[in-house]
């Protein structure tokens, strides 16, 4: 299952990725368009650390054994067989906040108007995720981590 | 007593709630067809008890309440809905049911879960819009009280999470709610003062009323139906519902004068076995090793209760998984204040460092419990992203002695961890740190 | 902090910010190592601080919406074909700061290219052209010593080589990476070259930095550099190298030493070139063991000994006045390969009048000292690797025409990292990871698509190479070196055409 593979020492702290992520879950799709419209209304999957010159992007590592699966209470959490995505049912969840408690890489946000949880959905459809797609120093791959 | 030997289920699960489908899924991860067979009470599917809150605030329609059907679809699986099972003939392994049928088994999963608590003899009691909040039926049958009596106003007794979840759906409702608590403050369990001060002025926010120190002495009638309800510090108030949150108790009365354990709950050892070979218990029925204490006890949460099914479902499909320990840990939204808490939130006695941060206004607070440089308590509210790597780092007992100090910061994050622990939490799980 | 404002030095460049497009996400901001780019969080808008802009477009590059341009001076002279804006402003700057023109990278002044002035041949009818795609093209190399002559043993079958052959390198292709040292360009440039040359099949040069201990894996594809300063120069690095160079000059700035500024001489500069933390790293001009070519010849064999003469022994000069009779000389005092680095050669710092003012064109360098090579009958003593300035393979092929066995890139190679050429290597601060030091910035460059993109260049490069070489019928690099009857001039003086040994087009 190809998952994003996350490689600290080449992250450039740009944070391209957060706003491509923001722009590929948008209506318009238009990155202008986005920004001054539809900014307040989106939440970034991935989110970049920063600390002195160490800094790498984060985000849901779409886990075999997910605990936020395991502590969601409406099934909303569920595991999509096709991409291997664990993905948020937005319709199912009612903003219980259990995922993020149980979340050990804190992936999860709560979501634009705290109404329900946010997080990667690993660009569902789509060859590749954005996030990779527009890293400029490919400090974010997609690619199966056994290979590695 | 000849044909359940041959029909003698391999697996049989009483209860049909998390700690059932932990074990489903925990059977199925070994064991692809062999026969489950569910015996559930209630006339229901499966589904999560706390979204029964979310029903009765219009939060969520009933399509949304059972348990990811999908999910159940594929397995061999006998469902016996509205079935009670009354007693375990744990030599003959069979369970009798309350209509008369022996279900033979070789493993038994009891996931009973927990039974409300009642006063037993409160005056008025009997009246007509008196109820428990545990189980979709009671969400059905208080909506449906609420629509036909023009329920203007409540009173919930018991100031804990179901309760505040009850309140929060009946404001949503705009019922008039007011929460009588025994205890000084709400929420006393999870939360501290100060947390509970917050939780407090948010449900004020919302539209509620809360009482603290006191509780229910009387129920008040008029005409068999309720008119209000007086409460132990001599004030009255008026209502046309009360509802019972008082807590829950492990629901073990299946197992009594068996050769099962039991101590509050059903005792379990970290395989989930009970006392007994064969027989496993899990969820709030079960008493298992709490991480922090190493004692056992009864945590009624339901990612616990999940977790608890699915090492037992895999230890009786022929495994040998082991409970890590569970943590105290709830995740709750009051009136739209979200709130985290997890292990030790008010600890007793020497040897425990506490850091907090508090901004009122915003609300923003947060709180780190810690003994010999190790996290053992955490309280969000307001601002609870990222919280789950505190939880871990709970669970994992790492030594925070390097990075204390950024804790409580807005910053904190992955980064701020050891890399050893940050290496060890996310390999291979697809980060090269 | 205040300080006193120097007013004659206006900014180089204007920063143009499209308030349609820009959308403050402020990657400039987070980008820019000159701090031009700033948010400003009460007006809610990005400013750009043209002053401080060097020119490398790093925001330009990554900007999302192409919000930002970056354009050239603003303020426009009245022109002066005398006094071009260049002149002025350094006047300006040396008026104002009292000190020595320091700048990057290579001459960039407006004399004649002469690579431009030589055109190739190709087929038309007779020795028909050769399809690359088709044919089998020779572009292998060997650098070294050739013998006088070659006996065979004339009683085994297969025959076999009597001659006792001088130890040679082979380069699958002609291009080799000039040397950049680690400490003008940072460590992830320095893998992505020694990555890149392993991986075609070429060599990469250590310059005078000294060789990273975890470079040393790579040391089979690595020329080492013996310099004036002699930095991390001992026994093991000597043994380590596939060859070894001793470096007298580059093109860049002959005559002076190599110089890194304090600000890049971080700890693990520090380790590798055996100096203090932060003191400038300043090579000496000469070597002060080598007053004289009999001097020359001992440090020779003082390496070859060392390394037990297994391995050749390069010399670099800069492209010189009399370049061919220094060059003579040191074929006689023993060099297997000389590399002469022609004035349009890169560097981390020079003074600008040096850089800019002093050498030859490597054009003329190189027709003269293998003419003179040839002419002495030594010619096969020694390999002649070309240097200074080539942008594109037909450059490469131009050169090989005129007689070099080989070419060195470097600006090209860096180009293909990234490289923006705004000639501020030497402050540190390279945006592109390249040429510093600073961990924020040597991020940037990710060594695997550093590899990934000099691979391609040389791969592209060799191609191109190949597709000349059909179409002028040739099928074997050997056939194309030093025959310059494939070049003809154009608009070149007679003289001009006698030294370079070529003729015109039309003759």
Same mark, same amino acid.
């Given at each position: 299952m190809k998952r994003v593979i996350i490689k600290e020492e080449f992250c450039i702290g740009c944070r391209l990725c957060e706003i491509n992520c923001l722009v590929q879950h948008s209506k318009s799709k238009k990155i202008i368009k986005v920004f001054r419209n539809e900014r307040d209304s989106l939440v970034s999957g991935v989110q970049v650390e920063q600390s002195?010159?160490?800094?790498?992007?984060?985000?849901?590592?779409?886990?075999?054994?997910?605990?936020?699966?395991?502590?969601?209470?409406?099934?909303?959490?569920?595991?999509?067989?096709?991409?291997?995505?664990?993905?948020?049912?937005?319709?199912?969840?009612?903003?219980?906040?259990?995922?993020?408690?149980?979340?050990?890489?804190?992936?999860?946000?709560?979501?634009?108007?705290?109404?329900?949880?946010?997080?990667?959905?690993?660009?569902?459809?789509?060859?590749?995720?954005?996030?990779?797609?527009?890293?400029?120093?490919?400090?974010l791959i997609y690619g199966e981590y056994d290979e590695e | 007593m000849g044909n359940t030997m041959k029909n003698r289920s391999p697996y049989l699960i009483i209860g049909n709630s998390a700690a059932a489908m932990g074990g489903v899924a925990g059977i199925r991860g070994r064991d692809a067809d062999g026969l489950i067979t569910i015996v559930n009470r209630e006339q229901r599917g499966a589904y999560y008890r706390p979204l029964i809150s979310y029903l009765l605030g219009g939060k969520v329609d009933e399509g949304k309440m059972p348990y990811r059907p999908s999910a159940m679809g594929e397995s061999n699986l006998r469902l016996l809905q509205g079935v009670e099972a009354r007693r375990i003939d744990v030599g003959g392994r069979i369970v009798e049911t309350a209509d008369g049928q022996s279900l033979g088994f070789e493993n038994l999963l009891v996931a009973t879960g927990g039974r409300p608590i009642v006063p037993k003899d409160l005056p008025g009691r009997e009246a007509e819009g008196v109820f428990t909040f545990t189980t979709w039926d009671d969400a059905e049958k208080v909506r449906d009280?609420?629509?036909?009596?023009?329920?203007?106003?409540?009173?919930?007794?018991?100031?804990?999470?179901?309760?505040?979840?009850?309140?929060? #759906?009946?404001?949503?409702?705009?019922?008039?709610?007011?929460? #009588?608590?025994?205890?000084?403050?709400?929420?006393?369990?999870?939360?501290?003062?100060?947390?509970?001060?917050?939780?407090?002025?948010?449900?004020?926010?919302?539209? #509620?009323?809360?009482?603290?120190?006191?509780?229910?002495?009387?129920?008040?009638?008029?005409?068999?139906?309720? #008119?209000?309800?007086?409460?132990?510090?001599?004030?009255?108030?008026?209502?046309s519902l009360v509802v019972f949150t008082i807590g829950v108790a492990p629901e073990k009365s299946i197992v009594e004068g068996t050769a099962i354990r039991t101590d509050r709950g059903i005792l379990v050892d970290s395989s989930m076995r009970t006392s007994v070979e064969g027989i496993y218990a899990a969820g709030d029925v079960a008493q298992a090793e709490d991480l922090l204490s190493g004692e056992k006890r009864c945590i009624a949460i339901l990612p616990l209760a999940y977790r608890q099914g699915f090492i037992a479902g895999s230890n009786m499909a022929g495994g040998e998984a082991k409970y890590e320990g569970g943590l105290v840990m709830n995740a709750v939204d009051v009136c739209d204040l979200p709130t985290i808490s997890v292990g030790m939130t008010s600890p007793q006695g020497e040897g425990y460092e506490v850091l907090s941060v508090l901004d009122e206004k915003a609300p923003v607070y947060k709180k780190i419990v810690l003994k010999d440089d190790r996290i053992v308590g955490a309280i969000f509210v307001g601002q609870i992203d990222r919280a789950g790597i505190i939880t871990g780092l709970i669970k994992k007992r790492i030594s925070v002695s390097g990075f204390k100090s950024l804790l409580l910061t807005d910053a904190f994050g992955l980064l701020s961890l050891p890399a050893e622990y940050r290496k060890h939490l996310v390999s291979g799980m697809g980060t090269e740190v | 902090m205040l300080k006193a404002r120097q007013w004659l030095v206006q900014p180089d460049f204007l920063v143009r910010r499209d308030p349609d497009k820009c959308i403050q996400c402020q990657v400039c901001v987070r980008q820019c190592s000159n701090d031009v780019h700033e948010y400003d969080a009460e007006e809610e808008v990005v400013i750009s601080n043209s002053a401080e802009c060097v020119g490398c477009h790093r925001c330009a590059t990554l900007c999302p919406t192409n919000a930002i341009s970056i354009e050239q001076a603003p303020l426009e002279f009245r022109p002066n074909a005398n006094w071009d804006g260049n002149m002025i402003r350094n006047a300006y700057k040396q008026a104002e700061s009292g000190g020595v023109l320091l700048s990057g990278m290579g001459n960039d002044r407006p004399y004649p290219i002469y690579w431009d002035h030589m055109l190739l041949n190709a087929s038309q009818v007779t020795n028909p052209s050769i399809d690359p795609l088709r044919e089998p093209m020779e572009l292998l190399t060997h650098l070294g010593c050739k013998p006088d002559r070659v006996e065979l043993s004339p009683a085994s079958n297969p025959a076999k080589l009597a001659t006792r052959l001088e130890p040679q390198l082979e380069l699958e292709t002609p291009i080799m990476f000039s040397a950049m040292s680690y400490?003008?360009?940072?460590?992830?440039?320095?893998?992505?070259?020694?990555?890149?040359?392993?991986?075609?099949?070429? =060599?990469?040069?250590?310059?005078?930095?000294?060789?990273?201990?975890?470079?040393?894996? =790579?040391?089979?594809?690595?020329?080492?550099?013996?310099?004036?300063?002699?930095?991390?120069?001992?026994?093991?690095?000597?043994?380590?190298?596939?060859?070894?160079?001793? $470096?007298?000059?580059?093109?860049? $700035?002959?005559?002076?030493?190599?110089?890194?500024?304090?600000?890049?001489?971080?700890?693990?500069?520090?380790?590798?070139?055996?100096?203090?933390q932060g003191t400038d790293a300043l090579s000496p001009a000469p070597h002060h063991d080598i007053y004289s070519i009999e001097d020359l010849r001992q440090l020779i064999y003082a390496l070859k000994e060392a390394t037990r003469y297994s391995k050749p022994v390069f010399v670099k000069i800069a492209a010189v006045h009399n370049v061919a009779a220094i060059a003579s000389g040191m074929v006689r005092a023993g060099a297997e390969v000389v590399v002469i680095d022609g004035f349009r050669g890169g560097t981390g710092a020079a003074p600008t009048m040096i850089r800019d003012n002093v050498g030859i064109p490597i054009e003329f360098a190189l027709a003269a000292v293998d003419s003179r090579l040839r002419q002495e009958g030594i010619r096969n003593r020694a390999s002649v690797v070309a240097a200074g300035g080539f942008r594109c393979s037909a450059d490469v092929v131009k050169a090989i025409a005129l007689g070099a066995d080989a070419v060195n890139i470097g600006t090209a190679a860096l180009v293909a990292m990234g490289c923006h050429l705004c000639q501020k290597c030497y402050t540190g601060k390279c945006n592109w990871g390249i040429a510093t030091q600073d961990p924020i910035l040597t991020k940037r460059l990710n060594p695997n698509i550093g590899t990934r993109r000099l691979v391609n260049l040389l791969r592209a490069w060799s191609l191109e190479i190949k597709e000349m070489m059909g179409g002028m019928g040739i099928n074997a690099i050997e056939s194309l070196r030093g025959n310059r009857d494939h070049l003809r001039g154009i608009n070149l003086t007679g003289r001009e055409l006698a030294i370079l040994d070529i003729k015109a087009a039309g003759e």
């Open positions: 002195g010159y160490v800094s790498f992007a984060i985000q849901c590592r779409h886990c075999e054994d997910a605990p936020c699966m395991e502590a969601c209470m409406t099934g909303a959490m569920h595991w999509d067989a096709e991409t291997g995505a664990v993905l948020c049912e937005q319709d199912r969840c009612v903003g219980c906040w259990m995922c993020i408690m149980v979340c050990p890489v804190g992936a999860i946000n709560t979501g634009p108007n705290r109404a329900v949880a946010s997080k990667c959905d690993l660009c569902y459809g789509a060859e590749m995720p954005a996030c990779v797609a527009n890293c400029p120093n490919e400090a | 009280f609420i629509e036909e009596n023009e329920v203007k106003e409540a009173v919930v007794v018991g100031g804990g999470l179901i309760g505040l979840k009850c309140v929060e #759906a009946l404001t949503a409702l705009r019922i008039k709610t007011t929460i #009588a608590e025994l205890a000084e403050r709400i929420l006393s369990t999870a939360f501290d003062e100060t947390a509970s001060q917050l939780a407090l002025n948010s449900l004020k926010k919302g539209g #509620a009323e809360v009482r603290c120190s006191t509780t229910a002495s009387r129920i008040l009638t008029k005409e068999g139906k309720v #008119a209000g309800v007086a409460l132990t510090d001599g004030t009255e108030v008026s209502c | 400490g003008s360009i940072s460590y992830h440039a320095c893998l992505s070259l020694a990555q890149a040359a392993r991986e075609a099949g070429t =060599f990469a040069n250590s310059g005078e930095g000294g060789l990273h201990k975890d470079l040393r894996a =790579f040391a089979d594809n690595m020329i080492l550099q013996v310099a004036s300063g002699r930095f991390g120069v001992d026994v093991d690095y000597l043994n380590a190298a596939a060859a070894l160079e001793i $470096k007298i000059g580059q093109g860049a $700035k002959p005559g002076i030493g190599g110089h890194l500024p304090g600000e890049k001489v971080d700890a693990s500069i520090s380790a590798t070139r055996m100096i203090p």
